[in-house]
């Protein structure tokens, strides 16, 4: 069974760090492509980050400069370094695994990806 857990989700403040891992099981880690998104209430899933087997990474305008993913395949790992976080950051952030596009209605459960985690919250207060 395909399981994506994330964690590292909390309240912090404008200009904070925070660190979001995502373990992963149930599939060749090292062989898909990752991705990290996010869905803030009343808007869409987005993507803020993909991750390749490879290890390239690509972000979009709102996560470039700020947001770092990285991923640790012997630990079948994914992380995501977000620094200097916004108000606007604020969301709930889902791990997910075969990332096919970058936004839709809703995250967890769509076609967007092949698996998603069940997601960690993020909170950034001004």
């Known amino acids: 069974e395909v399981q994506l857990v994330e964690s590292g989700g909390a309240s912090v403040h404008t200009g904070g760090s925070l660190k979001l891992s995502c373990t992963a099981s149930?599939?060749?880690?090292?062989?898909?492509?990752m991705g990290w998104y996010r869905q803030a209430p009343g808007h869409d899933c987005e993507v803020i980050s993909s991750?390749?087997?490879?290890?390239?990474?690509f972000y979009p305008s709102a996560a470039q400069g700020r947001f770092t993913a990285s991923r640790d395949n012997a630990k079948k790992m994914l992380y995501l370094q977000m620094n200097d976080v916004k108000p606007e950051d604020t969301a709930v952030y889902y791990c997910?695994?075969?990332?096919?596009?970058?936004?839709?209605?809703?995250?967890?459960?769509?076609?967007?990806?092949?698996?998603w985690g069940q997601g960690t919250q993020v909170t950034v207060s001004s």
């Open positions: 991750i390749l087997r490879d290890g390239r990474t």
């Open positions: 149930g599939f060749t880690f090292d062989d898909t492509d």
């Open positions: 997910a695994a075969a990332p096919h596009k970058t936004e839709g209605p809703y995250c967890s459960g769509s076609l967007m990806a092949d698996a």
